[in-house]
């Protein structure tokens, strides 16, 4: 298990190559920031190999960058719908946050949902631009954590 962590930390942080005229102290500091964060990243993978169920590395490893990516996804979709939907006096064009976020055009355009606008609205604590959604609030004014398409009931659970 320690050689394929060990492996695994020289594969994402490989030892930087000399840059041609490089002063050798300043490769010298390189190489020694790059072993650094390689023996930093060992004992993060480390500790994700043991709290995983599989106590293997380059799972553990792949499931949190799949989580990372998730909530990156989930970012990108709630900065596209506040650009789209809330800002005044008009939208972010398509194609610029198309190449902002390095997507394209049509997957800009049905980045997010119904679900995203209430959340944003709630979170900002004010209704789209074109008046078709509203922040969530219960009975006392309270902003609530957006998750429904419609306005909790009184009384009922709350997320």
Do not use: C, N
């Not at 043991?50 to 990108?76: G, H, Y």
């Not at 650009?83 to 902002?100: G, I, M, N, Q, S």
């Not at 606008?117 to 309270?142: F, N, S």
């Amino acid at each position: 298990m320690k050689e394929i962590i060990e492996e695994l930390a020289r594969v994402l942080i490989p030892e930087p190559a000399k840059e041609p005229g490089e002063d050798t102290h300043d490769y010298a500091e390189r190489a020694k920031k790059a072993r650094e964060a390689r023996m930093a990243l060992i004992g993060e993978l480390t500790m994700a190999a043991q709290a995983s169920p599989t106590e293997d590395p380059v799972l553990a490893r792949l499931e949190e960058l799949a989580a990372q990516r998730k909530e990156i996804q989930r970012q990108v979709r709630l900065i596209t719908t506040y650009a789209r939907e809330f800002v005044r006096p008009e939208p972010y064009r398509l194609r610029a946050l198309a190449r902002a976020a390095g997507l394209s055009i049509s997957t800009i355009r049905t980045a997010y949902d119904m679900e995203d606008k209430i959340l944003v609205a709630t979170r900002i604590g004010r209704k789209d631009t074109k008046d078709t959604v509203h922040p969530i609030v219960d009975d006392q004014g309270w902003r609530l954590p957006a998750r429904r398409t419609s306005a909790p009931e009184p009384g009922g659970p709350q997320e």
